[in-house]
């Protein structure tokens, strides 16, 4: 039998730790043969609402389930992690400026940075799914100077599938027959979504829709804004999207893409497609063995130019503001 997988996941008591903790606990985050161990980590006032949580998963009589362990304390939670799913963030309240939001984060994820540099497994993989995702994420890896760059990644698969199933059914096709998306730069409303490079049903998208109206004013802001139109229609954030995006992230990176397509991950640019070295930014990437390499020699037209550097942009605003308040 195999030793199960220590899986940390911060936030556990939010709505997301709730639609992601019974998928990972039945195999659909690294597979349905791999046992896990649960290590969650809430912030004292939500520790009883984890504990509940936990009830419902031991009723549940998982097989791969090996152990749930509830902590407040970072240094517990990521003891001996070989995967961490950082969810748990400071929401941005009425009237709050960038920087005081960038600050409260830093609060969270720089100790979270040093947890795991300190405590967690040599092959430790980090999601950070927490917003501002790319920049907690950048925090965190910046507290973690002893882990490498390629364990550090954020959270750009949620809009990956929004964008695969948005140009599905504007090709009348399933999603099946979709492939080659790419989320290029920040997870916020200036992520560039790319289909010049997709696929359907093995023609490039781009030429399938023929429609340059239609991208440039339907199906990137669609994309884009569809965090705010799910909070407008449902009254509350993507929950079960952004789960399942979080396991489809970390299912990818261990078991790899399939030939002949590729995945989007916010990942510490090597400075490819002249993304500055050491951002993190959402890239086209592969997935082989537990690791990943940045698609290469993809044209980028002046369309996708502007858009990219515009989200390049932020995220180079968001960094310089996070080293401005000492966080990096
Ligand atoms: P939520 O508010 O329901 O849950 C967040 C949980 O985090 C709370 O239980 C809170 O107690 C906990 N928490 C706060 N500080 C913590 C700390 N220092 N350590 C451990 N836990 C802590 O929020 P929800 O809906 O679950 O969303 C979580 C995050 O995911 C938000 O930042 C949201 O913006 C983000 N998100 C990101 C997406 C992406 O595509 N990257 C998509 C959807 C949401």
């Not at 199906?219 to 799910?230: D, L, S, Y």
């Not at 999207?241 to 893409?257: P, R």
């Amino acid at each position: 039998t195999r030793t199960p997988v220590n899986v940390t996941v911060t936030g556990a008591a939010g709505q997301i730790g709730y639609a992601l903790l019974f998928r990972i606990a039945s195999g659909h985050l690294l597979g349905a043969d791999v046992p896990v161990k649960l290590r969650l980590l809430e912030i004292a006032p939500a520790l009883k609402a984890a504990e509940g949580t936990a009830m419902e998963l031991d009723d549940c009589a998982f097989p791969l389930l090996r152990g749930i362990d509830i902590t407040d304390d970072p240094n517990v939670a990521f003891d001996g992690a070989n995967v961490a799913l950082l969810v748990g963030a400071r929401p941005r309240a009425k009237g709050m400026e960038r920087g005081d939001l960038l600050a409260a984060n830093g609060g969270i994820f720089t100790p979270q940075g040093k947890a795991i540099n300190g405590h967690a497994a040599d092959d430790i993989k980090v999601l950070v799914v927490g917003n501002p995702a790319n920049t907690n994420a950048l925090i965190a890896r910046s507290a973690a100077p002893d882990v490498p760059d390629d364990r550090f990644t954020a959270m750009t698969r949620l809009d990956h599938n929004r964008a695969i199933s948005q140009l599905a059914q504007k090709a009348g096709v399933g999603v099946e027959d979709v492939k080659k998306v790419t989320i290029w730069g920040n997870h916020s409303a200036t992520q560039y979504p790319d289909i010049f490079h997709a696929e359907v049903a093995g023609r490039n998208a781009a030429e399938v829709v023929n429609d340059e109206k239609w991208l440039a004013e339907e199906f990137i802001p669609t994309v884009a804004k569809r965090g705010a139109a799910i909070i407008e229609a449902r009254g509350a954030s993507s929950a079960a999207s952004a789960a399942n995006a979080a396991l489809d992230h970390m299912h990818t990176w261990v078991n790899g893409t399939a030939e002949g397509d590729w995945t989007s991950m916010g990942i510490v640019s090597d400075g490819s497609y002249g993304v500055p070295a050491g951002l993190i930014s959402s890239f086209p990437v592969t997935t082989k063995d537990g690791s990943f390499e940045i698609v290469q020699g993809l044209e980028i037209n002046d369309f996708s130019r502007a858009r990219i550097d515009a989200s390049v942009k932020e995220l180079e605003e968001e960094r310089d503001a996070v080293r401005a308040l000492g966080l990096i």
